[in-house]
């Protein structure tokens, strides 16, 4: 068992990632990833397009399981990725989002992969030193506290993911 801090903060990630997350995404269809469970949801389009503003509206938009996985795709992770472990260059603004669900899941698994891996790479030094500008507010927090909040993100929007599918399973039994 690792007992190095970092190694300990991508188990846990990935623990979570391997016994909850990724095995309720497996056969993800395009109609659950575009499904709109109230109207007026921010999605991702099929033509790749994303619906977003900043600040966003009051109340906020109920969002699809597309919008949910773009977020934790481009805003969790890949922004992180390429601010901390020389990741390519991601926002919102110019990241090619998924159109089918097949296609995110595969932006999922390799941004993931990539964070998890950078997160193991860091020494004890590492996590102690502070973000940077690259992460505006969090700028002076230590890493540590930006990995915490990354495992609080995954978890959290996963969980939200997974209740989306419940959702639609029970909206949807006909095509079950």
Known sequence: MPTDLA????????????TQLRPRLVGLT???????PVGDCWTVHPDGSIDFSHPP????????????LAHVIVGVLAMRNHAHFGGPSADYQSWP?????????????????AWN???RG????????????AEGAWADHPMIELVLHINREVIHHGAENALMRDLYVHTHPEEN
């Open 122 to 133: 860091l020494d004890e030094s590492g996590l102690r030193a502070p973000v940077g500008s």
């Open 97 to 113: 989002y998924a159109p089918r669900a097949d296609a995110a899941l595969r932006q999922l698994d390799d941004v993931y992969r």
């Open 7 to 18: 190694s300990r903060l991508a188990d846990q990630l990935d623990f979570h990632w391997n």
């Open 57 to 68: 509206p009051e109340p906020e938009p109920v969002t699809t399981i597309a919008w949910r």
């Open 117 to 119: 891996d950078g997160v």
């Open 30 to 36: 395009d109609d659950e990833y575009f499904w709109q």
